[in-house]
């Protein structure tokens, strides 16, 4: 990594800093009580736990990651083939924009009642609760993405004999898919975040599990560890995901670069 790059970098870690600093410097001092809101140099040092065979926290990160996995792949299926269904006609998108902002506005997690009712308590339902709020962002995301297109364009590939499947894959799909991989960004926040959310009450493994069960206990540097774990990997798959999506899209870093 170069200078310039790490001078470019630097700045995203003030503002983490100085919150951890005054933390620190709050709990040491007394204004917090260290029961309830620890110095992070302690629940650093505790989150060695993370490679404890005993009570360690590697199989529930590992569960985390999978699910957010499965429920990014079945969002982004679903959500995609959904968006570009609704373009086909102007009473599709109407129907199916409606049906999405009815449901949008409801916490993915309050669908896992239902759910267990259908499929009962178990992976199923977590997986498909998880699913509901990024696979809405990845419908809408590719509807606009699709109506980002230039209708020139589209008369274009029309009028070259683009019809079916292949008007989809080769001309609908490359148009829309700067916003798709916009959305995935997203939906790939909110999976992380709906599985979490999901497991505090309704799975037997993962981070949110962790954290819930040592809440509930008082356990509180386990679950300052755990909590840690799950901003580790939303920044690892931030990063992860615009290292990928520069060599997708090479053109997004210099549209990025013009926007500043």
Known sequence: MSWRTIADKWPVLVGPVLILGAWELASRGGLLRQTFFPPPTRILARSTIVFDTDAGLAGDIWATVLRVLVVIALATLLGVGLGLLMTASQWTERGMSTVLAFFYPIPGVLFFPFLTFLLGRGETAVILTSVVTPFIVMALYTVAGVRTIQPVLLEAAKNYGSRGWRFFWRVLIPGALPSVVAGFKIALGFSLIAVVAVEMV???????????????????????????????????????????????????????????
């Open 202 to 260: 309704g799975a037997q493994s993962g981070l949110g599990q962790f954290l819930w069960s040592n809440w509930q206990i008082l356990r509180v540097m386990d679950m300052y560890v755990a909590l840690l774990c799950v901003a580790v990997l939303g920044l690892l798959s931030s990063i992860g995901f615009d290292a990928v999506a520069d060599r997708i899209i090479p053109w997004r870093t210099t549209v990025q670069e013009q926007r500043r």
